[in-house]
């Protein structure tokens, strides 16, 4: 089953925009990680953001957890065409890495 | 480090037939998950070995689906016999570690079964 569940579906920006998705889940977690897919092609590890912490940062990327709220959200700041992409959140309890549904990002040149 | 490397990339076959799906983990991972993706349930944990061992199937959906991990180099994914809604891509992924630690894909098996 799914434990996260991603929001918007879909997210249509003009390149140079910043985009947010977010994400909520049900339970406890020991991290919560972002993963980013091509289409065709697999995922690939953004950044993993544990449960005792509140923000993390790489390069354009901004994720934030809010353990109380079950929630977190991934910033993609100055978007480029490149990022045109499927985002997925994944939660992790133990060795179990759940996925979300995704949130398909679209960069207009 | 290659990656993690699957094969075939592509699958076609037909009703009734048996399917093997190959994976080689990152060498030095541990941990190696099996996961399905279809537009209409996402992605879907099949299976997790650590260390070689199969701790949870429990996302297997029939027991036409098996799995082993012979060695840490290398796993199978087999479907006998075959069905139509077993089209997918199925996506093989490790990790070291069992927890906290990020996990590589590979770039999937697409299966068709007509």
């Known amino acids: 089953s799914q434990q996260g569940e991603e929001d918007p579906q879909a997210l249509s920006i003009q390149e140079g925009e910043n985009a947010t998705m977010n994400c909520s889940y049900k339970?406890?977690?020991?991290?919560l990680q972002w993963y980013r897919q091509n289409s065709g092609r697999g995922l690939v590890h953004l950044i993993l953001i544990r449960s005792n912490e509140r923000e993390k940062h790489s390069g354009r990327l901004r994720v934030t957890l809010d353990t109380s709220k079950k929630s977190s959200s991934l910033l993609i700041t100055a978007s480029r065409a490149a990022d045109t992409a499927s985002y997925f959140c994944?939660?992790?309890?133990?060795?179990?890495?759940?996925f979300g549904a995704g949130t398909t990002v679209t960069v207009r040149a | 480090d290659a990656g993690v490397i699957q094969s075939p990339r592509h699958e076609v076959t037909e009703m009734g037939q048996e399917v093997t799906l190959r994976c080689k983990p990152i060498s030095g991972h541990n941990s190696l998950f099996w996961y399905r993706q279809t537009m209409m349930r996402g992605l879907e944990l099949l299976i997790y070995?650590?260390?070689?061992?199969?701790?949870?199937d429990s996302g297997m959906p029939e027991d036409r689906f098996s799995a082993k991990m012979p060695n840490a180099s290398f796993s199978t994914l087999k479907i006998q016999p075959s069905e139509p809604r077993d089209s997918a891509v199925y996506f093989c992924?490790?990790?070291?570690?069992?927890?906290?630690?990020?996990?590589?894909f590979g770039q999937g098996t697409r299966l068709t079964v007509v």
């Open positions: 994944a939660t992790q309890v133990d060795y179990k890495l759940s």
């Open positions: 070995f650590n260390n070689n061992v199969p701790i949870d």
């Open positions: 992924a490790s990790s070291r570690g069992q927890s906290n630690t990020e996990a590589f």
């Open positions: 339970t406890s977690i020991n991290n």
